[in-house]
């Protein structure tokens, strides 16, 4: 069946460390990929899309690449900032959204 | 545009009661998502309309739970009788398919449902 996996959090980093949180992913066909962020006490929001093998989707300094090779889509962000801190979740779509547990993160000043 | 409208955002209730929730999608979306979010099991997608009718309610956890989309601008999600378990926040989303960006779900800010 489809499914998305992500590394558990909570993710706790400095302001300005990298920021890495692993996705992958199981689907039949290629499905398109996507990082959704929920800020405290709102709902989710597109944050980044990739639709086919290779694009790379970014957005707000945040990068995530396609890697059909290793059904992977990691979110990276080179510095990150203390507004940074919600939680992320990795989908697919496959008729509908299907999406990863969600990884919280939180970047301390 | 106001982008999906929810209420209310905070409801307690007790055990036994119905309770009610509702959701304004975005205008001219063609589809609407209602799903539960919860500590223990992560986003739940409950059930999808498109153009109104329900595509998919497997993820409605029982019969206590009831969804209707009377019309475009309009949909419920009811829990009657409602138990404690049913304590979530529920998250009503829209899209719109036409644009070819059906997989860009908007979502609303949540009814904090809390059932004691």
């Known amino acids: 069946g489809n499914s998305v996996t992500q590394m558990e959090g909570p993710v706790t980093l400095s302001e300005e460390a990298f920021l890495t949180i692993n996705c992958t992913y199981t689907?039949?066909?290629?499905?398109?990929l996507f990082w959704y962020v929920q800020y405290p006490g709102e709902g989710l929001q597109l944050l980044l899309k990739?639709?086919?093998?290779?694009d790379k989707g970014s957005n707000k300094g945040f990068e995530a690449t396609y890697r059909k090779e290793t059904t992977s889509f990691h979110l990276e962000k080179g510095s990150v900032q203390v507004s940074d801190s919600a939680v992320y979740f990795c989908?697919?779509?496959?008729?509908?959204?299907?999406f990863g547990q969600g990884t919280e993160l939180s970047v301390k000043p | 545009d106001a982008g999906v409208i929810q209420s209310p955002r905070h409801e307690v209730t007790e055990m036994g009661q119905e309770v009610t929730l509702r959701c304004k999608p975005i205008?001219?979306?063609?589809?609407l998502f209602w799903y539960r979010q919860t500590m223990m099991r992560g986003l739940e997608l409950l059930i999808y309309?498109?153009?109104?009718?329900?595509?998919?309610d497997s993820g409605m956890p029982e019969d206590r739970f009831s969804a209707k989309m009377p019309n475009a601008s309009f949909s419920t999600l009811k829990i009657q009788p409602s138990e404690p378990r049913d304590s979530a926040v529920y998250f009503c989303?829209?899209?719109?398919?036409?644009?070819?960006?059906?997989?860009?779900?908007?979502f609303g800010p949540g009814t904090r449902l809390t059932v004691t």
């Open positions: 989303a829209s899209s719109d398919v036409r644009t070819g960006r059906d997989y860009e779900q908007y």
């Open positions: 689907a039949t066909g290629y499905p398109s």
């Open positions: 990739a639709t086919k093998a290779d």
């Open positions: 989908a697919l779509s496959r008729g509908k959204l299907i």
């Open positions: 205008s001219g979306h063609d589809y």
């Open positions: 309309f498109n153009n109104n009718v329900p595509i998919d």
